[in-house]
């Protein structure tokens, strides 16, 4: 048997109450949570397990053939959706696989059928969600591959490279660097966009492992390029406020103070809960999986940027909170000299008259 799995994320800006949302869906669809089939329920640990939806078959032409795709999408209660085309034959035929796979390198082809039924599920989810907001155009797209045998005779590195190329030695290095086995008839090689998985038995939690890394640090993707936006407008905020009169300037001031403090402590909640979306407690092999996977789509670099911006932003509140404080202590002092002189004045006036 051979596999393929193709899978594009994508944010709709909001955390989703997904017991409620299955209730609603239930009668409509076929859903499901997802739990791991190999390992104890306490080894791997999710708050929220994603709710499965089947969205059933697609077909697709591509040069004279015809493609058949079992249709899954997975909503996250981080506010996060991975929809998911699967391809398979029975034939145990690695050729067919990398043939099919370089047909769809790069999911070419793909995105027409990706965005009929991101409509469909985005019209689904408008009309049981609150606040629901999608930018098809900002994704995270990954494919796995699935041979259910192994030998010397498997050359991988076309396939998990997209393209027959005579390639360096440094480069197939790189490509096979992030592999692992559990037993001697297996392995899983990561790559940065693709994941070849040899395995006599079906690995439906390496799918789901590689799934969640993936929905991970897209979600860090997209929190980072938030915090990017929300910067640039605190900045350009800040510069029309020095425009403006003292009291003018201090209301301006204490608006962007109150919504850079909401922002960062709304953006804080969530990419907790990202950072911590799956725990691994007590199975080797799965944690070195899914550390494997999120090392590979540099989970930490994205995790990194995401911490060092909220930081600028909260340093900025620090800053505007200090200028408002002497903005008013110097309002204040204005107010006590005003006073004072006023006593003086009337003083004098007393005196003369």
């Known amino acids: 048997m051979i596999m393929l799995r193709f899978y594009r994320i994508y944010d709709i800006g909001l955390e989703i109450d997904l017991d409620w949302l299955e209730k609603e869906l239930a009668s409509s669809f076929t859903t499901a949570r997802t739990s791991f089939l190999r390992v104890k329920p306490t080894s791997i640990r999710m708050d929220v397990p994603p709710l ?18 079992n249709v899954f999408a997975r909503i996250f209660d981080i506010g996060a959706i991975s929809l998911c085309f699967v391809y398979e034959r ?31 599920l985005a019209g689904m989810l408008k009309s049981h969600s609150r606040g629901f907001s999608l930018n098809s155009d900002f994704f995270e797209d990954y494919t796995v591959y699935l041979m259910d045998w192994m030998d010397a005779s498997i050359d991988p590195i ?28 297996d392995i899983a090689i990561l790559s940065w966009d693709s994941a070849l998985l040899c395995n006599p ?36 905020d800040i510069v029309l406020a020095d425009k403006l009169p003292p009291f003018r300037r201090r209301q301006k001031y204490r608006k962007i103070m109150m919504q850079l ?35 590979t789509l540099r989970s930490s670099q994205w995790s990194e940027s995401v911490s060092h911006k909220i930081k600028v932003i909260r340093d900025n509140y620090s800053m505007l909170s200090e200028e408002v404080r002497i903005q008013h202590s110097n309002f204040l002092e204005w107010i006590v000299i005003a006073l004072i002189a006023l006593e003086i004045v009337m003083a004098v006036v007393e005196r003369v008259i």
């Open 52 to 69: 499965t939806i089947s969205l059933g078959q697609a077909a697709l032409e591509k040069e004279g053939r015809t493609f058949n795709f």
């Open 158 to 185: 076309p396939l998990l490279a997209g393209e027959r190329r005579d390639f360096c030695p440094q480069m197939i290095e790189e490509i096979l660097r992030d592999s692992q086995s559990y037993t001697k008839d």
């Open 90 to 120: 029975p034939e145990s035929d690695f050729r067919l696989l990398e043939e099919t796979g370089l047909l769809f390198s790069g999911q070419d082809g793909l995105s027409s059928l990706f965005t009929v039924h991101l409509d469909t």
């Open 201 to 236: 038995d079906s690995p439906t939690d390496l799918f789901d492992l590689i799934e969640f890394a993936n929905v991970q640090v897209f979600e860090l993707r997209y929190y980072d390029r938030e915090l990017s936006r929300q910067m640039g407008k605190m900045y350009d």
């Open 261 to 295: 403090m909401q922002n960062s402590a709304e953006i804080s909640e969530v990419t907790e809960k990202v950072n911590n979306l799956v725990k691994v407690t007590e199975d080797v092999y799965y944690a070195r999986v899914y550390a494997s996977v999120l090392k």
